[in-house]
């Protein structure tokens, strides 16, 4: 042999779903009569939901990060064979909230400590915002840090695009300091 030719292709792995399933023991205690004992459930996102962190991050990055609506998402789903309607995505991403907002306080805290800050609001499209026709325009804020090493992008919607959006996303905000 005088060596050898290597060349690189790309490939994919499309999307896989699978189900997990959660078993716990029952036990009984034939001394104390207690009755029967369940081992506890593994702590979920979203109690009494099928939804699993691997699956509410996939929609919260296609929904957030790659502007896919929720209806596009269900149709994907459906070609998966998965009925999960955009009500239901929806609820579990306002649930979602909840579950990451120590996570946001924490980035939000990292970005407002930058030197300085990107901002820019983009319209979006909300069908069944309270007191707004699905035709009226909503905003989602997005904020990026400036500093590479400490690289935080972070969404907010806003009904408005007003002054008083961006001073309550900057009321802690330093800037650069001149000395």
């Given at each position: 042999?005088?060596?050898?030719?290597?060349?690189?292709?790309?490939?994919?792995?499309?999307?896989?779903?699978?189900?997990?399933?959660h078993?716990?023991?029952?036990?009984?205690?034939?001394?104390?009569?207690?009755?029967?004992?369940?081992?506890?459930?593994?702590?979920?996102?979203?109690?009494?939901?099928?939804?699993?962190?691997?699956?509410?991050?996939?929609?919260?990055?296609?929904?957030?990060?790659?502007?896919?609506?929720?209806?596009?998402?269900?149709?994907?789903?459906?070609?998966?064979h998965?009925?999960?309607?955009?009500?239901t995505?929806?609820?579990?991403?306002?649930?979602?909230?909840?579950?990451?907002?120590?996570?946001y306080?924490?980035?939000?805290?990292?970005?407002?400590?930058?030197?300085?800050?990107?901002?820019?609001?983009t319209?979006?499209?909300?069908?069944?915002e309270?007191?707004?026709?699905?035709?009226?325009?909503?905003?989602?804020?997005?904020?990026?840090?400036?500093?590479?090493?400490?690289?935080?992008?972070?969404?907010?919607?806003?009904?408005?695009?007003?002054?008083?959006?961006?001073?309550?996303?900057?009321?802690?905000?330093?800037?650069?300091?001149?000395?």
């Amino acid at each position: 042999m005088i060596g050898e030719e290597t060349s690189e292709q790309l490939d994919i792995i499309p999307a896989s779903v699978r189900v997990l399933v959660h078993v716990r023991k029952k036990y009984v205690c034939k001394a104390c009569e207690e009755g029967i004992q369940l081992a506890p459930l593994t702590p979920q996102p979203i109690p009494k939901s099928m939804a699993s962190p691997g699956l509410l991050a996939y929609i919260a990055t296609a929904k957030y990060q790659d502007g896919l609506p929720l209806y596009r998402l269900d149709t994907i789903f459906k070609r998966m064979h998965i009925d999960l309607g955009r009500n239901t995505q929806a609820r579990w991403m306002i649930n979602g909230t909840d579950l990451m907002r120590q996570l946001y306080n924490l980035l939000e805290e990292i970005l407002l400590s930058s030197p300085y800050v990107h901002c820019d609001e983009t319209v979006v499209q909300v069908l069944k915002e309270p007191d707004k026709t699905p035709q009226s325009r909503s905003y989602m804020w997005v904020r990026a840090s400036g500093l590479p090493d400490k690289k935080v992008i972070l969404f907010d919607y806003a009904p408005g695009r007003g002054g008083d959006v961006a001073k309550q996303l900057f009321c802690d905000y330093k800037g650069l300091s001149s000395n």
